[in-house]
């Protein structure tokens, strides 16, 4: 089974080259491809791509969920891995997730680890062990058959937030899925610029209100008005 690896950017010059790098360090056969698909990025994220010998994709709409999309539909391999720049896959992740598609599970994630040793952060990642879909979110990363993914029409993209949280919902309604052993290790950035408690209770409180219906836009504008009251 061979892996298209996809990952979503939007100004992501610092991080890109490093997560790459860390996808490479697979070195199997069963990768067979990775591809950045940029949301109109205007720092040096496109020329840092074009050195690093990657499929670079220009999605037509901006936005996680529509350039993830983008991307697999152009993706070439058995299983669509969707990674967020700022993640980097543990080592042998290509390996776990073949023996998890052999099986049978059709689709899963890993674990999370954050890149910062705050309690309140090595306890959050502690329950993503669990299978409990409050606690399954895009940074986790996530493995899913290109056949499965085609059958569910992929991401929905009319979702600005929580389409990581949708389409796992999705996929478990009618397929298997697993959370696997190992970490995917992802950046504390934001945590570090807002607070880590503070951002926390911004995204259960933006959690709450999307199960409860709220509109998208109108959960975009709440998140955007949070994070720049700080």
């Known amino acids: 089974m061979s892996i298209s690896v996809i990952i979503p950017t939007f100004n992501e ?3 890109i080259v490093e997560t790459v790098t860390k996808v ?24 840092r791509a074009k050195k690093i010998n990657v499929r670079l994709l220009h999605s037509p709409q901006k936005g996680r969920a529509a350039q993830m999309n983008y ?12 990674l967020h720049a700022d993640s980097h896959p543990p080592l042998g ?20 680890s954050f890149d910062d040793d705050h309690f309140a952060l090595q306890f959050y990642a502690w329950f993503t062990r669990f ?39 999705r996929i478990k309604s009618s397929f298997s ?9 992802t950046s504390a950035r934001k945590y570090r610029r807002h607070g880590v408690i503070k951002l926390q209770l911004i995204f259960a409180f933006i959690f709450l209100l999307y199960y409860l219906g709220i509109a998208q836009q109108k959960l975009v504008k709440l998140y955007k008005k949070f994070l720049h009251s700080h």
């Open 131 to 169: 299978d409990i879909d409050s606690f399954r979110f895009g940074d986790q990363s996530l493995f899913v058959k290109q056949a499965v993914f085609n059958q569910i029409q992929g991401f929905r993209e009319d979702h600005m937030v929580m389409e990581d949280q949708e389409i796992i919902r």
């Open 13 to 15: 010059s610092n991080t």
């Open 71 to 82: 991307g697999a539909k152009q993706a070439h391999g058995d299983i669509l891995y969707f």
């Open 93 to 112: 992740f290509d390996k776990a997730i073949g023996q998890a598609i052999e099986k049978g599970c059709e689709a899963g994630c890993f674990q999370l």
């Open 177 to 185: 899925f697993t959370v696997l052993n190992s970490n995917v290790t």
């Open 24 to 47: 490479r360090n697979a070195d199997t056969d069963s990768l067979k491809e990775i591809i950045i698909v940029d949301g109109g990025s205007t720092d040096e994220t496109i020329q």
